[in-house]
């Protein structure tokens, strides 16, 4: 693709803001929507930025909208307020939106946010309080309720493809945990054994416990504007390079639907979004320094390895086995706060917030060197996302 | 010994059907599993939906398929997500390569078979389950294994 049409490197994340993270429900009396206005107040002290000089708003998951945070802040006026559809998917791929509309010349400030306040409801159970439909009525009548379920099925799809192992899921899930327990404000602080993965009880086979993201409360905002404009801010940019959302209709709604073509059923649903990226990136897979992968599942995190081209289709188990994740001596770095699974989950955005940590060099676990890191966005039902991020040194 | 397989809340069975769902779940009642069929090219496609994404055609057919299958995935479930029904713990939710109506699958479950026995590739039959509501909800067991 022509650069003159694209948005590489015209625009650059300058402000960064998050609360703590916390245990599912123990954000309160604290409210979502101050939450998510902490973030968006951190994000802008943090780049030197007034709040009211907001003008653009990004989403992928969201239950606040722009009037109510105009209100909240004293935001003056607005050019921008899109949504990427699709939930979790578009974490990664909101960034790009973002970038989109500064390139566009329809807005010049543009916060990216994600707020998540849990209440009683554990997510598992969380579409059996939707409200039964034509479609729910071919998976829900069989059990099929939680995520965790149906990407159980995919994962126990590629170990009969491709041989993974439990053992594999486990490696996954210690990287990240080693990788929590240096991290401040990571949620899990207990070092984590293949002993104590192979002792945890078994939810939906063949995902036990650790295979699991957790369920946290918190809130993430970024600020967005032109790389130009950034230069003359307080904080080093870190430069969106390329940005891709969408995915191949054989993957279409994928675990709700269970009708993926075989080729793709025991993937993440990345590749065609991954093809997508790279065609617009200077960066191949061997130019990554670092990865930041949506890990509500461990064996999410091998399909993402596979289908961002770190290692051949099927390879990722014996890929996490040989120590690749890792951040001491792996080939590419990955979920280096500990991810989802280990440090917070605040729907993709504590991606994006150690991606600009990593790139800032700032990083409680910061990768030497580190000039390019892929984010991506949750594998779920289209769109799905992601989203390289450059080294202003880079 | 292995545990056999349950079957999930029957509360999490309430179908709901609309004009191009319902002869699925009419055939279910009369104990016939049928698969949408493009009447045009005749490609199978599941669950039925308004148009053939192949050739856009709104023409169907329903044909009554044999019943039998291939585990193509399964999962275990051990964990019950719905406070109050740990009793129907465990059940596997299985999706069936539907003899007949290749490439098409079904999301389905695998009852009262060992939990040690299912495996993907192993063959299936169908049988429905009468909910509370007089729905039909098509389910498997391995076969070769008797009521």
Known sequence: MSDEFGIKDRTAIVGLGSTPYWKRGRSAPKTLQELVCEAIIGAANDAGIEVPDIDGFAYYAADFDTGGLMETLGIREVGFSSMLTGYGGGSAGAIGLASAAIVAGLAKTVVVVCGVQQGDLRYGAMPTTYPSTAESSFYQSAGLVGPGHMFALLAQRHMHLYGTTREHFAEVAISNRTNALTQP??????????????????????????????????????????????????????LVHASAQGGAGEWGRSIYWMNMSDDAFASSGHGAVARQLYSRSDAGPSDIDLAQFYDHFTSQVIMQLEDYGFCKKGEGGPFVASGAIRRDGGSIPTNTDGGQLSCGYIWGMSQVREGVE????????????????????????????????????? | ????????????????????????????????????????????????????????????????????????????????VVPGTEDTIPYVVAVISLDGAIPARLISNIVDAPIDAIRIGERVTVFFDTMPDGAAVPRFRLAGVQR
Request: proline share 9%; glycine share 6%; hydrophobic share 40%.
């Open chain 1, 185 to 238: 404000g990571a949620l899990m602080k207990k070092p984590l054994t293949i002993d104590d993965y192979f002792a945890a009880p078994m939810i939906s086979s063949p995902h036990c416990l650790f295979d699991f993201c957790l369920e946290s409360d918190g809130a993430i905002a970024v600020i967005v504007t032109s790389a130009e404009r950034a230069r003359d801010l307080r904080r080093k940019p870190v």
């Open chain 1, 358 to 394: 990593q790139l800032r060099g700032e990083a409680a676990n910061q990768v030497a060197d580190a000039r390019f890191c892929l984010v991506t966005g949750g594998p779920s039902d289209i769109p799905v996302s992601s989203v390289m991020l450059r080294s202003a040194d880079a």
């Open chain 2, 1 to 80: 010994m292995s545990r056999l397989s349950k079957r999930p809340p029957d509360a999490l069975a309430t179908i709901v059907a609309d004009s191009w769902s319902a002869p699925f779940w009419e055939a279910a009642k009369l104990g016939h599993l049928t698969c949408t069929q493009c009447a045009d090219c005749g490609r199978f496609r599941m669950p039925p939906s308004p148009f053939c994404p192949h050739c856009r055609s709104q023409a169907l057919e329903w044909p009554v398929l044999p019943g039998t299958g291939t585990i193509y995935s399964f999962t275990v479930v051990e964990r019950a």
